[in-house]
């Protein structure tokens, strides 16, 4: 069974702040997205991944796709209010459904 | 801009009382998802279209029922909603020859059950 396990699975941070969101799985994917939802709405994509060891920065956001195409990491730098929401990351191997991590659900407050 | 539209935003019917979700896309792609998503929790597919070819997941409940009458257009029928089935129902779209990679999300339908 392919499972995505996301961490943290809350948090709460000061505006300013730096934070890391984990996306880990034993399986190997051919992509993978993390994507952003607000409260009320449909999610966002924010980027995709496709090699190992890529690396792509959208303004102070990081995204990192492990070597092995394994697992993925956010970097969120000086974290602002307007960065609030569920953070997803879903994957897929070649073929199959997109499947999704828990969320991470993040509160920056001023 | 090409997107996904997804009407109403907010239903709101009776325990027991059909209802019907609708969603459209302008992005002319081939395959087309129905989500369901409860409070903090990631979506949970329900099904989806790669043309006219329906996959159901394996443990949708047979209330749930779908309609892709062309390209554009799918539909999400509840037949006998319960309580339970309150949640919000995001419809996506994904390009053809790829039944996962990116998709594109709707805004999504917040369904309340009285």
């Known amino acids: 069974t392919q499972l995505l396990e996301q961490s943290p699975q809350f948090l709460s941070i000061q505006e300013g702040e730096n934070l890391t969101v984990y996306c880990n799985s034993s399986?190997?994917?051919?992509?993978l997205q993390w994507y952003r939802q607000e409260p009320g709405e449909g999610p966002v994509l924010l980027v995709t991944?496709?090699?190992?060891?890529e690396v792509k920065k959208l303004k102070r956001l990081t995204f990192q796709f492990g070597d092995a195409r394994k697992d993925s990491s956010l970097h969120i730098t000086a974290a602002q209010p307007g960065d609030t929401g569920l953070y997803l990351c879903?994957?897929?191997?070649?073929?199959?459904?997109?499947?999704f991590g828990k969320g991470t659900t993040l509160s920056v407050s001023s | 801009d090409a997107m996904v539209i997804q009407n109403p935003r907010y239903q709101v019917t009776q325990f027991g009382k059909p209802v019907t979700l609708s969603c459209s896309q302008t992005?002319?792609?081939?395959?087309m998802y129905w989500y369901q998503q409860k409070s903090s929790q990631a979506p949970k597919l329900l099904f989806h279209?790669?043309?006219?070819?329906?996959?159901n997941e394996a443990d949708t409940p047979d209330n749930f029922q779908s309609r892709r009458p062309n390209t554009s257009f799918c539909f999400l029928d509840i037949r006998s909603p319960g309580l339970g089935d309150a949640a919000m129902y995001l419809c996506?779209?994904?390009?053809?020859?790829?039944?996962?990679?990116?998709?594109?999300f709707g805004p999504g339908t917040r369904l309340t059950v009285l």
């Open positions: 996506a779209t994904s390009r053809g020859g790829n039944r996962g990679g990116e998709q594109f």
């Open positions: 399986s190997v994917f051919s992509s």
């Open positions: 991944v496709v090699t190992g060891g």
């Open positions: 879903a994957a897929n191997q070649a073929g199959t459904a997109l499947i």
């Open positions: 992005l002319n792609h081939n395959v």
């Open positions: 279209y790669y043309d006219k070819d329906f996959n």
